[in-house]
């Protein structure tokens, strides 16, 4: 009988690579193939997406070392929180997705399909790992609290990235319209119900499919006790 490997974050890195390469390699065939550098822009999207996963686990190499309360720890959490809406925020490119001549429609669903799934599993590694560190310190409410919080401020962000365009860097490079813009739909929630109902829709879908990998990621961590 085959014995089968433990889980490890190298084989978990390696399984991630597969599949990023996978969206780059589509992507990159459809413009040789094509000549038309239609999609391209998800490359950037998708480099974006990797960079709340990398802050977070910087993040808790720090907490695990010297606790959370340090002022560098509180600048990370926060540079975490204003990147990690970019892992979420390639679910709505599917709105490019249209018949183009260039290549089949297929190609291009499959295509965006592996940027998309990419950049969640990006997200969700993000905040299953930033989560363990809150349960570990606050009760399974409280954390779940926090958890939901922060996934409904992600799924305004998508809002206000799809829609309005506002970027990530805009929270520095025009931090006063970026700010009016949000006031005005917090203030005038009627005239703005688009946006509630784009944020609720996005914190369902990513609340939903959270749940299941936190579930399936504790599963997997009694089943190595267990064994253990």
Known sequence: ????????????IISLFGVVGFSIFMVLARYLESDSSRFLFLIWNLALAAVAPLLAWWLVHR??????GAWQQL?????????LPNSFYIVTDFIHLGR?????VLYDAVLIMAFAVSGMI???????????????????TISWSVI????????????????SRWN???ILLRPAGLLFDVSDRIVNPLAHTQTYVTTLIFFG??????????????????????KS
Not at 1 to 12: D, G, I, L, V
Not at 122 to 140: A, D, F, M, P
Not at 215 to 225: I, N, V, W
């Open 1 to 12: 009988m085959t014995k089968t490997a433990n889980p490890s974050p190298k084989r978990f």
């Open 63 to 68: 907490i695990r070392s010297s606790g959370w």
């Open 75 to 83: 600048v990370l959490t926060f540079l975490w929180l204003v990147f």
């Open 100 to 104: 183009t001549y260039e290549v089949a």
């Open 122 to 140: 990006l997200g969700y590694t993000s905040i299953y790992i930033v989560h363990r560190e809150l349960h570990k310190r606050l009760s399974t």
């Open 148 to 163: 939901s919080m922060l996934i409904l401020l992600v799924s305004f962000a998508i809002y206000l990235g799809r829609y």
């Open 168 to 170: 990530t860097w805009d």
């Open 205 to 226: 879908l990513i609340s939903v499919v959270y749940f299941v990998v936190w579930e399936y990621g504790r599963l997997l961590e009694q089943a190595g006790k267990t």
